[in-house]
Every structure is written in structure tokens, then in C-alpha cells.
């Protein structure tokens, strides 16, 4: 069956910290890993990952995907408090059929 | 990014009734729309896939008589959540992707909070 697994499923630091949520899958035909963040509503993109080894940035995020490890974790440096949320990965097989499969998510909590 | 509208933001209704959801692409021609349930504090579950034009592929253990998908055109689909009971209360979110060949990302609606009494 497939599935996502993320870790931790909460967390709680300080302004200025740097976090790492992890996030592994076991996906039919893997193809792509997708990472939101969700505050109140709706999931908001933030990155989708194809290929193994190629970190992706925007501001103080990044991600990597390992395929070999069947994992992705994505970093965020020097936390703000407006990063509190629910971060979510999805993994899915991609082109064709774009079914894909969330991660229970990790509840990032950051204190000023 | 692209822009999915998803109306209402929040329903209450009556145990027994219909509700509809919108679920709206704004500035894109979305070719599949995905239907997702959010119970509190717990992730995404896949409810189904809709392709413009064709009938819904709903995932295991989702009664399709129950939830009732339409995507009528590349801009619109709509979950009906046919006689509602509270257990169905939950966070309905839609997604929508234009490309499956090139494996885009799904822009997701506000969500809708259905609340059933």
C-alpha cells in the first residue's frame, strides 16, 4: 500500500532557528514529491521535486529528494513566526494519472 | 500562480439535505480536478479524480452515490454531498492541475467547512 510518512509531527521552536522536516515515501511509480504549507485553509505550494540530488530554494526554504532513500526533507533557516503551519509532502506517480499521496504533515510551531 | 476558487467557504446544513461545493479554475483551463476530505489535525485524503467530460474516479471506501462529482467544463467541478449526515462533516478541499502530461502542480480552493446538524 502506498504511503507517506512524515517526521516530526510537530515541532516547536524559536525565532532564528533553522528546521528540517522529513518526509519518506513508499509510491507505485513514484515520480514527483510536492511540498505545501498550510495554515488555515488551503495547502499552499511551496515545491515540487523530480529529480534526486537538485536542492530547490526559494527565501529561506529549500528541499532535496534522495530517490535512492525514497525521502525529501525540506529546510527552513532563521524561522519566523509567520512559518508557524502545517507542512505537507505528497508523493505521486506523476504524468498521466497525478494521483497523489499526503503525508499526515508536520505542525511547525515557532515562538518569537 | 494559477487561481482555484472553492465556494462556499463554509456550510451548515441540516442532517438529511444536499449541500453543493464549487470548485472553480479562474485563470486556467483545468483538465482534472481532484476532491480531497481533511478531518481535524489529520492530512489529505483523496476523495476522487474528475476529468472534464468524463466520469469521476472515486478511491476505495468513497461512495460515489454519497459524493456525487461533476466537471462539466474545464473551469468548473462541483462535489455534492447527497444526504448528509454528520459524520460527513469535514474540510472538503478541491485542487486543480491543466497538465498531466508535464506533471504540474495542483492549485488548491480556499476549501469548504461543511457542518451537518
Known amino acids: 500500500e502506498d504511503k507517506v510518512v512524515q517526521s516530526p509531527l510537530s515541532l516547536v521552536v524559536h525565532e532564528g532557528d533553522t528546521v528540517t522536516l522529513n518526509c519518506s515515501y513508499e509510491?507505485?511509480?513514484?515520480?514527483?514529491l510536492l511540498w505545501y504549507k498550510q495554515e488555515k485553509k488551503a495547502p499552499t505550494f511551496l515545491f515540487m521535486l523530480?529529480?534526486?540530488?537538485i536542492e530547490k530554494k526559494s527565501g529561506r526554504l529549500s528541499s532535496i529528494l534522495d530517490k535512492k532513500e525514497l525521502f525529501s526533507i525540506l529546510n527552513i533557516t532563521a524561522t519566523q513566526t509567520g512559518d508557524s503551519a502545517v507542512y505537507l509532502c505528497?508523493?505521486?506517480?506523476?504524468?498521466?494519472?497525478?494521483?497523489?499521496?499526503f503525508g499526515t504533515g508536520t505542525r511547525l510551531k515557532v515562538l518569537a | 500562480g494559477a487561481v482555484v476558487s472553492q465556494h462556499p467557504s463554509r456550510v451548515i446544513c441540516k442532517s438529511g439535505t444536499s449541500v453543493k461545493i464549487e470548485c472553480r479554475s479562474l485563470?486556467?483551463?483545468?483538465?482534472?480536478m481532484f476532491w480531497y476530505r481533511q478531518f481535524p489535525k489529520q492530512s489529505l485524503m483523496l476523495m476522487a479524480t474528475?476529468?472534464?467530460?468524463?466520469?469521476?474516479?472515486?478511491e476505495q471506501g468513497v461512495e460515489k452515490d454519497k459524493f456525487l462529482i461533476n466537471h462539466a467544463s474545464l473551469t468548473l467541478s462541483t462535489l455534492t454531498v447527497t444526504s448528509a449526515h454528520p459524520e460527513d462533516s469535514s474540510f472538503y478541499i478541491c485542487?486543480?492541475?491543466?497538465?498531466?502530461?508535464?506533471?504540474?502542480?495542483?492549485?488548491f480552493g480556499q476549501g469548504t467547512r461543511l457542518t451537518v446538524v
Open positions: 485542487s486543480a492541475s491543466w497538465d498531466r502530461v508535464t506533471n504540474t502542480e495542483a492549485f
Open positions: 509510491v507505485t511509480n513514484f515520480r514527483s
Open positions: 523530480t529529480s534526486s540530488g
Open positions: 505528497a508523493g505521486g506517480p506523476g504524468a498521466g494519472t497525478y494521483k497523489y499521496i
Open positions: 485563470d486556467f483551463q483545468a483538465t482534472t
Open positions: 474528475s476529468n472534464e467530460g468524463s466520469k469521476a474516479t472515486y
